[in-house]
């Protein structure tokens, strides 16, 4: 889970940092990675309150490990439709204004922020519960979600956009075959899969290896025309 928020946050990141300064020709683009980022987070939230809080309840006899999570979740989701709103309603890419969508974006950071670190938490102090000693089931079920929960939020959008997003360096890339996969199905999913979008993941934060990179809106030569100051 913490993977899935690293991205998740990673490519909020990516989002906001970028929109100063991206091109009248890179507005399409970037459109397209935000609401691919919209996807994935919204995707994730919806895997979670329809699947996995119910099941992980269920293992632990406790119906009250996610009160704060649900709380949490409320506090933001105001905030991303918002954001998602604004992007589908743009009467065309060039109509894109940074600095309304940083404005939304402001808007719900500080709690979007509080929760994804917050739930880890949350997942952690489940080991110190009396019920913990079924702690290994639950396990199980986190597992077998997180393998899943992405992949099927949609191959050619949500998926180059985690994997994208997904730095393999963290912890001296301990991590660096997580989510376990052969070696030719992640290449796919980043280089054939994700080619369908091509144009959008030049604004993620890591390469196709997961190597964090430059982020590339801010490694170009700015015009006076450009969105740093529309």
């Known amino acids: 889970m913490a993977h899935i928020h690293n991205a998740i946050l990673r490519g909020y ?4 940092r970028q929109a100063p300064y991206i091109t009248h020709e890179d507005k399409n683009g970037f459109i397209g990675y935000a609401q691919a980022w919209f996807k994935f987070v919204k995707s ?8 996995l809080f119910p099941k992980v309840e269920e293992v632990m006899g406790r119906k009250d490990l996610w009160t704060e999570a649900h709380k949490e979740h409320e506090s933001f989701l105001a905030g991303l439709a ?13 109509d894109f204004d940074a600095k309304k969508l940083l404005s939304i974006m402001d808007g ?5 922020n509080r ?5 880890i938490e949350t997942i952690a102090s489940f080991a110190e519960l009396p019920e913990a000693k079924k702690a290994e089931e639950a396990s199980a079920i986190f597992k077998a979600w997180g393998k899943k929960t992405v992949t099927k939020a949609g191959a050619t959008d949500v998926v180059p956009s985690f994997l994208l997003n997904l730095d393999a360096t963290y912890e001296e890339g301990m991590w660096a075959s997580w989510p376990p ?9 980043v280089n054939i899969a994700g080619a369908y979008h ?3 993941w030049k604004f993620a934060s890591c390469d196709s290896t997961g190597k964090p990179r430059e982020l590339y809106a801010l490694s170009q030569p700015q015009r006076p025309s450009d969105g740093a100051t529309s």
């Open 13 to 16: 990141n990516s989002i906001y």
């Open 44 to 51: 994730h939230h919806d895997d979670e309150e329809a699947e």
């Open 82 to 94: 918002a954001f998602n709103e604004y992007l589908t309603t743009l009467g065309e890419p060039y």
């Open 108 to 112: 719900f950071q500080e709690p979007f």
């Open 115 to 119: 929760h994804f670190h917050h739930e």
């Open 181 to 189: 996969m052969p070696v030719p199905v992640r290449w796919g999913l």
């Open 198 to 200: 091509w144009a959008w």
